[in-house]
């Protein structure tokens, strides 16, 4: 089986926009409040968002089941306070829940985070508890900078965090460290900010002790870990100069990096300095990289063909499409398991 962990509803119906707008719209006027959704969104809008795209692309690239949330750039937890955040990420997690029930051997859910700048981090365990018990996802997006570009939170090791990680470990389900859109021009949203995140997350990670205080915790670090494979030589220096773990400790059983690399020579070092524990498939499609590159007349985010090129042994690939996001979702494994 090929799990794709790295997949957003990116194209869905445009009703989800509508609400979102209304909502952005009422926070100029003072008097406004903030509104559940109440969308009229079709079973067949839902077919149909999917059918043409994420769908199609499933069954063109031989990929099975995707781990589905919703659109990353969107969650934007910066605008509007912790209510906006918080019925602006219930109708989207609805959304998810709705695509997982119509397509269940395609989609598995995880969720967004009602989160706000300044808020607690545990203010969103009660909808990742929901989202978790009530509609069966196995993990959730974890923005680590919910101002959206401008880094006002603590790092990701400080306690600020701890309560919403008790929750994680409680309901055994892992956070991928997922930033949105980003306010502050300085950081182009999938280009800058996106990399950043995830090399910063990583960094925090060397320098903190999540690890030691959760030892089951998981984190997925996307984007192929960001700029960390290229500087794995910094990182294991900076970790050895300040007396932490190795990297591969460090990471083991806690820390993991998708394939969202577009092209074979990224991918390649991926693999080559990175434990193979601790990559997952993903393609983010459809996602921030749309188009076909002229090089090789294949999608960037077709990122199975990179994996495909590497030469892995069968035992090796099926750690890298199943076994490692069995580990990294520990909650997949039943759902997998059923479908059998
Ligand atoms: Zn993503």
């Known amino acids: 089986m090929i799990i794709d962990c790295h997949g957003h509803y990116t194209t869905a119906p445009a009703d989800l926009q509508k609400y979102r707008d209304s909502q952005i719209a009422g926070l100029k006027d003072p008097a406004y409040v903030p509104q559940k959704a109440n969308l009229k969104i079709s079973d067949d809008q839902i077919r149909d968002s999917l059918?043409?795209?994420?769908?199609?692309?499933?069954?063109?690239?031989?990929?099975?089941?995707?781990?589905?949330?919703?659109?990353?750039?969107?969650?934007?937890?910066?605008?509007?306070?912790?209510?906006?955040?918080?019925?602006?990420?219930?109708?989207?997690?609805?959304?998810?829940?709705?695509?997982?029930?119509?397509?269940?051997?395609?989609?598995?859910?995880?969720?967004?985070?009602p989160q706000s700048p300044g808020v607690a981090p545990v203010n969103s365990a009660?909808?990742?508890?929901?989202?978790?018990?009530?509609?069966g996802f196995i993990g959730c997006n974890l923005n680590p900078d919910p101002s959206g570009g401008n880094w006002t939170a603590p790092p990701l090791t400080d306690k600020h965090w701890y309560p919403l990680y008790e929750k994680m470990v409680e309901l055994?389900?892992?956070?991928?460290?997922?930033?949105?859109?980003?306010?502050?021009?300085?950081?182009?949203?999938?280009?800058?900010?996106?990399?950043?995140?995830?090399?910063?997350?990583?960094?925090?990670?060397?320098t903190g002790d999540v690890f030691k205080d959760f030892p089951?915790?998981?984190?997925?670090?996307?984007?192929?870990?960001?700029?960390?494979?290229?500087?794995?030589?910094?990182?294991?220096?900076?970790?050895?100069?300040?007396?932490?773990?190795?990297?591969?400790?460090?990471?083991?059983?806690?820390?993991?990096?998708?394939?969202?690399?577009?092209?074979?020579?990224?991918?390649?070092?991926?693999?080559?300095?990175?434990?193979?524990d601790n990559i997952l498939f993903g393609s983010e499609m459809v996602g921030a990289v749309r188009g076909i590159d002229p090089e090789t007349g294949n999608y960037y985010d077709d990122t199975k063909r990179y994996v495909e090129a590497l030469g892995l042994?069968?035992?090796?690939?099926?750690?890298?499409?199943?076994?490692?996001?069995?580990?990294?979702?520990?909650?997949?494994?039943a759902i997998l398991d059923k479908k059998k």
């Open 51 to 113: 059918e043409g795209a994420q769908l199609k692309f499933q069954r063109e690239r031989g990929t099975d089941l995707t781990i589905f949330s919703p659109r990353a750039s969107a969650m934007a937890h910066h605008i509007g306070n912790e209510t906006t955040s918080q019925n602006w990420t219930q109708a989207c997690n609805d959304l998810i829940k709705r695509v997982v029930d119509l397509y269940p051997d395609n989609f598995v859910g995880v969720c967004q985070l």
């Open 126 to 135: 009660a909808e990742l508890e929901r989202c978790v018990k009530e509609l």
């Open 216 to 276: 089951t915790i998981k984190f997925i670090i996307p984007h192929g870990g960001g700029a960390v494979p290229y500087h794995w030589g910094r990182y294991r220096g900076l970790a050895q100069d300040m007396k932490r773990p190795l990297l591969p400790d460090m990471m083991k059983n806690n820390v993991f990096f998708d394939t969202c690399v577009y092209h074979q020579p990224g991918i390649d070092l991926l693999f080559k300095v990175v434990p193979r």
């Open 313 to 333: 042994t069968d035992s090796e690939k099926k750690k890298i499409y199943e076994g490692n996001a069995r580990r990294a979702y520990p909650r997949l494994g």
């Open 172 to 206: 055994d389900v892992p956070a991928m460290v997922h930033v949105s859109s980003s306010c502050n021009p300085n950081f182009h949203a999938t280009g800058a900010h996106y990399i950043n995140a995830d090399t910063t997350a990583f960094m925090q990670f060397i």
